[in-house]
Nanobody
């Protein structure tokens, strides 16, 4: 089983930056894919970015603004630049380990105009 804890959310003005971190505990070395998702009020949860080995994938809405990286087996970072009000959401990290997905508890990102 994998446990995930997200940190780094907060309130920022449009055009600003935030750095989200997801720390994995228990069997972190078994994780094959890490992803960041977000869910805005009244909307479905959507994939923002994912990383598998050295390959990254981004939603069209964040390409060129967000960067996902995994600097070791434990920590996955989502660097968010040029934030826009439509980026406001609850952000979750998700890990896939041996074909099973695990979710963190989420961290709120609010972008004011």
């Amino acid at each position: 089983q994998v446990q995930l804890v997200e940190t780094g959310g907060g309130l920022v003005q449009a055009g600003g930056s935030l750095r989200l971190s997801c720390a994995a505990s228990r069997n972190a070395f078994s994780i094959s894919t890490m992803g960041w998702y977000r869910q805005a009020p009244g909307k479905q949860r959507e994939l923002v970015a994912s990383i598998t080995g050295g390959r990254t994938n981004y939603a069209d809405s964040v390409k060129g603004r967000f960067t996902i990286s995994r600097n070791n087996a434990v920590n996955t970072i989502l660097q968010m630049n040029n934030l826009m009000p439509e980026d406001t959401a609850l952000y979750y990290c998700r890990a896939v380990s041996w074909g099973t997905g695990y979710w963190g508890q989420g961290t709120q990102v609010t972008v004011s105009s």
